[in-house]
């Protein structure tokens, strides 16, 4: 009889013991893994900690390469959240259950911060590829301006230079320059003492490219002394004024033409060098001397 009590009361027993002994067990599996989750959410923690100090540096270098102002504010709005979530992320122990859910939660976050930084990476790429095009395209179209202005320019020289040059070429030419002095009779006078009139006598040359039309012609007479023998008039020359012995209007057609003019000496004339100078369109076009003694 004891016999049959005894044998359940043991089953009992060892069912009691071995119970203990899987919750022992069980409570320390619990345990080491809890521990173990403790460090990988430690481990994450670090990681993280890091990775959202990283995100926060590449915004602030971002705002460096661009000069957009919407954007620079996109990007400064982002980099206060990122800061915002580090520093959450930094008050977490990962001690308790609660705090490996918010590491987790960090983590999801995380994740979400990395995608938006991606996006305004290529998008700050993409604008800067952008940007150097046109800046290349400015600089090839600077370029092209700057070789059109030169074109232009020089263009410009020559015609300047070949308006100089017609105007050279359309300048009238005196030649065949006589000083005759005239005695009262009209006979040439030995002495310019006998002088009463003095002719000019003059040709100007044949020039096609001189416009057709009329002139005045202007006879410049200076004495041995300096002086010019006046004619009651002055001309425009090399911005100023001259005076002109004697002066006569003519019919040019680009032919030679002759020319001959008078002055009545009015003065005593002495013997020596003289000099004539004739002028017409502003220009002098033709000078020479002549010696009496």
């Known amino acids: 009889m004891k016999k049959k009590i005894l044998i359940p009361v043991l089953v009992v027993v060892a069912a ?39 995100f ?20 400064t709005q982002e980099q206060l959240r990122t800061q915002q979530l580090l520093a959450e992320l930094k008050q977490v ?24 930084l991606r996006d305004y990476v290529m998008q700050i790429d993409s604008l800067n590829r952008l940007n150097e095009n046109l800046q290349a395209e400015n600089s090839s179209l600077r370029g092209e301006n700057d070789e059109a202005r030169r074109t232009i320019e020089g263009l410009s020289n020559e015609r300047e230079t070949l308006s ?10 005196a030649t065949a320059i006589s000083m005759t002095p005239l005695k009262k009779n009209g006979k040439p006078a030995k002495k310019m003492k006998d002088c009463k009139t003095i002719t000019v006598s003059f040709n100007i040359s044949r020039n096609v490219t001189a416009a057709n039309g ?32 004697m002066k006569k209007a003519i019919e040019y ?34 000078s020479r001397s002549f010696s009496f003694d």
Not at 30 to 54: G, I, T, V
Not at 56 to 75: C, F, G, R, V, W
Not at 95 to 116: C, G, N, P, S, T
Not at 227 to 240: D, H, I, K, M, V
């Open 56 to 75: 926060a540096l590449q915004y602030s270098e971002m705002m460096t390469k661009i000069n957009n102002d919407s954007i620079i504010a996109q990007l």
């Open 16 to 54: 009691l013991v071995a119970a203990i002994a899987w919750l022992v067990w069980d409570n320390y599996q619990q345990r080491q893994d809890y521990q173990a989750m403790q460090e990988l959410a430690e481990l994450d923690k670090q990681e993280m900690e890091n990775e959202y100090e990283s």
């Open 164 to 173: 100089e040059r017609v105007a050279i070429a359309a300048q009238l030419d």
């Open 214 to 245: 009329q002139r005045t012609v202007y006879v410049r007479i200076m004495t041995p002394v300096g002086q010019a023998l006046n004619g009651g008039g002055t001309f425009p020359y090399e911005n100023r004024n001259l005076e002109y012995s």
């Open 93 to 116: 122990k990962a001690e308790r259950a609660e705090d490996v859910r918010e590491i987790a939660r960090l983590k999801k976050e995380l994740a979400q911060v990395r995608l938006v």
């Open 253 to 286: 057609t680009g032919e030679e033409t002759q020319v001959t003019t008078y002055w009545n000496v009015s003065e005593f004339l002495s013997d020596g060098k003289y000099t004539v100078s004739i002028f017409a369109d502003g220009h002098m076009i033709g």
